[in-house]
Structure formats: C-alpha cells, structure tokens
C-alpha cells in the first residue's frame, strides 16, 4: 500500500463504525463501475415472474430452518 493510501487508511480507522463502513461501501461501489441502466426493470420483470410462479403453485418455497439444515450438511459437512 502506497504512502498516501495508508494515510487514508489510518484516518479512516479513527472514524465511527458506522461511517467506516459507509466508508467501505462507498469504496467498494466505485470499483463496480457505472450502474446498468437495464438492471432496474429487469430485476423488477423477475420479481413479477417469481411471484406469479410461485401463486400459481409452481415453485416450493421451503422453510428456511430445512435451506439452512440442507447447507450445513451439503456446504459444511454437519
């Protein structure tokens, strides 16, 4: 890390959490480059189409307690 950066980086460790991690998250949102201008309506045409799946009885939701049990076991190995 350059001379500068860890100047920065050791003013930053004498804020709040909090505004460090708006900090953190302002920085790592301008590495991701400009927003797509698509991703809105997109996103919200996927919604639309999960819940019509799911009313029309299509998709079987699961509770999380069995999700959360099947990744213990198929991630974790427990």
């Known amino acids: 890390m350059s001379k500068p ?7 930053a460790l004498r804020l709040e959490p ?3 991690a708006e900090l953190a998250a302002a920085l790592l949102a301008s590495l991701d480059g400009p927003a797509d201008p698509d991703a809105e309506a997109a ?3 996927e919604i639309e ?7 029309a009885g299509m998709i079987r939701l699961e509770p ?3 999700v959360k049990r099947r990744i ?3 991630i974790l190995g427990r």
């Open 18 to 20: 909090e505004t460090r």
């Open 64 to 66: 999380w307690t069995e």
């Open 43 to 45: 996103w919200d045409a």
């Open 5 to 11: 950066a860890q100047s920065v980086f050791a003013d």
């Open 49 to 55: 189409r999960r819940i019509a799946a799911i009313e």
């Open 72 to 74: 213990e076991k198929e």
